[in-house]
């Protein structure tokens, strides 16, 4: 194959493929501020785990969707804030069109941690509205569980940023800098009390005083301490993507398509089932 990012393809292949599988993995990015390291670094790291997934399991990649709720770092003059309503309309629009075009496998993934609140709501939403399970994974929730041994530290998360940037061709696009490498207390710290009460940044609204809030990045000095860590964060990105089993998981999807359609059987009035019916 070409390639496997839509967009990239022409129209012509992405017919030859849905001919025989129906698998779109689509990352859901942020354009916002993040330490030493560009405004779309959390794009760049779900677009080069989707592009990896993909491959794993014959799937095609939807890029380009970087614009969506960034939460507390709407402080940024360079961050992009998408309201979480916003966000999941246009996520919507986006499922039931690749839908419509035959991909009925579908797989939300990001890396950034408020991305929940935006494709979880969606992912059950899109269910009742069709009857058809689509997935969200959420990225540094399986990095925690299938990576344990490789992510020691943050630095390993600064070289899973440094290594997307290499997979999806990008790497120059890190820049040399130290400027950002000071460990400190982030200035909203008096309050994780409330943070922890609820995932992530769902709990209560509050934004970042400082760009060093989020996050000190590492030193990179020269390119030769960008490439070590390309090198390293690429292969913790991969052994993840390999720990996911992507071919289970897709096949996994079809079998619950057909559990499902078995329950609706029985519970015609399940939402899904009733708009079945009425389509």
Same mark, same amino acid.
Request: hydrophobic residues 40%; glycine residues 6%; proline residues 5%.
């Given at each position: 194959?070409?390639?496997?990012?839509?967009?990239?393809?022409?129209?012509?292949?992405?017919?030859?493929?849905?001919?025989?599988?129906?698998?779109?993995?689509?990352?859901?990015? /942020? $354009?916002?501020?993040?330490?030493?390291?560009?405004?779309?670094?959390?794009?760049?790291?779900?677009? =080069? +785990? %989707?592009?990896? @997934?993909?491959?794993?399991?014959?799937?095609?990649?939807?890029?380009?969707?970087?614009?969506?709720?960034?939460?507390?770092?709407?402080?940024?003059?360079?961050?992009?804030?998408?309201?979480?309503?916003?966000?999941?309309?246009?996520?919507?629009?986006?499922?039931?069109?690749?839908?419509?075009?035959?991909?009925?496998?579908?797989?939300?993934?990001?890396?950034?941690?408020?991305?929940?609140?935006?494709?979880?709501?969606?992912?059950?939403?899109?269910?009742?509205?069709?009857?058809?399970?689509?997935?969200?994974?959420?990225?540094?929730?399986?990095?925690?569980?299938?990576?344990?041994?490789?992510?020691?530290?943050?630095?390993?998360?600064?070289?899973? /940023? $440094?290594?997307?940037?290499?997979?999806?061709?990008?790497?120059?696009?890190?820049?040399?800098?130290? =400027? +950002? %490498?000071?460990? @400190?207390?982030?200035?909203?710290?008096?309050?994780?009390?409330?943070?922890?009460?609820?995932?992530?940044?769902?709990?209560?609204?509050?934004?970042?005083?400082?760009?060093?809030?989020?996050?000190?990045?590492?030193?990179?000095?020269?390119?030769?301490?960008?490439?070590?860590?390309?090198?390293?964060?690429?292969?913790?990105?991969?052994?993840?993507?390999?720990?996911?089993?992507?071919?289970?998981?897709?096949?996994?999807?079809?079998?619950?398509?057909?559990?499902?359609?078995?329950?609706?059987?029985?519970?015609?009035?399940?939402?899904?089932?009733?708009?079945?019916?009425?389509?």
């Amino acid at each position: 194959m070409r390639t496997r990012i839509l967009p990239k393809m022409l129209n012509s292949e992405v017919e030859e493929y849905l001919q025989h599988n129906d698998i779109i993995i689509v990352p859901v990015g /942020t $354009v916002e501020m993040h330490g030493g390291f560009p405004l779309d670094s959390e794009t760049v790291i779900s677009e =080069a +785990y %989707a592009l990896r @997934m993909a491959e794993a399991c014959d799937g095609l990649v939807l890029t380009g969707l970087p614009y969506f709720y960034a939460g507390a770092t709407a402080s940024g003059r360079g961050t992009v804030q998408v309201s979480v309503r916003q966000g999941i309309d246009y996520l919507s629009a986006i499922a039931h069109s690749l839908l419509r075009q035959g991909f009925k496998r579908q797989i939300y993934i990001s890396f950034h941690g408020p991305a929940h609140m935006t494709c979880s709501p969606m992912v059950r939403d899109f269910f009742d509205e069709t009857g058809v399970p689509i997935l969200y994974m959420d990225l540094s929730q399986q990095l925690g569980k299938l990576a344990k041994d490789l992510f020691t530290s943050m630095d390993c998360f600064h070289a899973i /940023t $440094v290594g997307a940037y290499q997979i999806m061709g990008r790497l120059e696009d890190i820049p040399l800098t130290t =400027a +950002y %490498a000071e460990p @400190m207390q982030q200035s909203c710290a008096p309050f994780n009390d409330l943070f922890g009460l609820a995932y992530q940044s769902a709990a209560i609204g509050y934004c970042f005083a400082k760009q060093s809030d989020h996050m000190p990045t590492t030193a990179i000095p020269d390119a030769a301490a960008r490439q070590r860590l390309a090198d390293a964060g690429q292969s913790i990105l991969e052994k993840a993507v390999a720990d996911m089993d992507m071919p289970h998981v897709v096949e996994q999807m079809r079998k619950l398509e057909d559990y499902n359609n078995e329950v609706e059987k029985t519970h015609p009035w399940m939402p899904s089932a009733y708009n079945k019916k009425e389509n």
